[in-house]
């Protein structure tokens, strides 16, 4: 069964550029979150879809945002990038809102 | 406000030397609580889901037990590859978002 694919896994983007980052969720699950992980603040929790519809959102600026697909496949985007945007974003997917979730390998972005 | 705590920081082991990891949570109604194992520079692997107080999982080297207001996730014999960072999390009733802690830094000397 295959996990969670996040694509890219590396990304250089220049402070004020814009940015997409995908994810493909384990086939089946409809659940899908996304965070964002420095060394300092840890995980944080951006946003989470289930069946196309934002469940619940974390407190992050209006910079980001994403969306899910009719195939459970979700996109977040980050606009007007900051250097403190720089991190690592995880997508994570669950067959429900309350279930374990599991993560992809990460998207490593860059801002410069 | 909801918030975890995970303690130490950063633990060092020789080989079979047995720890515990500390988790202490406050949530209003706790629906789940969820130990993860993170490499570096990967995503974090799913452990164990803990849903009451008194319940116990184990995997290999692993047990997991829960109490009301704290969890630990209790490393027996370990081995080199058992060196992560280990993540505690918790859902409450409230707001279904899951809260995250720092993690614990865990190293292995053979």
């Known amino acids: 069964k295959a996990g969670v694919t996040q694509t890219p896994r590396y990304l250089i983007k220049t402070r004020g550029q814009q940015v997409t980052l995908s994810c493909s969720p384990i086939?089946?699950?409809?659940?899908v979150s996304w965070y964002q992980q420095t060394p300092g603040q840890g995980l944080q929790f951006l946003f989470e879809?289930?069946?196309?519809?934002?469940?619940n959102k974390g407190n992050f600026p209006g910079r980001f945002s994403g969306r899910q697909f009719s195939n459970s496949r979700s996109e977040m985007n980050v606009s007007t990038l900051e250097l403190g945007d720089s991190a690592l974003y995880l997508c994570?997917?669950?067959?429900?809102?309350?279930?374990?979730?599991?993560f992809g390998q990460g998207t490593r972005l860059t801002v410069v | 406000e909801d918030q975890v705590t995970q303690s130490p920081e950063a633990l060092r082991l020789q080989e079979g030397e047995s720890s515990s990891l500390n988790c202490s949570y406050t949530?209003?109604?706790?629906?789940?609580l969820f130990w993860y194992r993170q490499d570096p520079g990967k995503g974090p692997e799913f452990l164990f889901t803990?849903?009451?107080?008194?319940e116990e999982k184990e995997k290999e080297r692993l047990k997991a037990t829960l109490t009301k207001k704290e969890s630990f996730l209790h490393i027996t014999a370990p081995k080199p590859e058992d060196s992560a960072t280990y993540l505690c999390?918790?859902?409450?009733?409230?707001?279904?978002?899951?809260?995250w802690g720092l993690g614990t830094s865990l190293a292995v000397n053979p």
């Open positions: 994570a997917s669950s067959s429900a809102v309350n279930t374990e979730a599991f």
């Open positions: 086939s089946g699950h409809r659940s």
């Open positions: 879809y289930f069946s196309e519809t934002q469940r």
């Open positions: 949530v209003s109604g706790l629906r789940g």
């Open positions: 803990l849903y009451s107080a008194g």
């Open positions: 999390a918790v859902q409450g009733g409230n707001n279904r978002k899951l809260i």
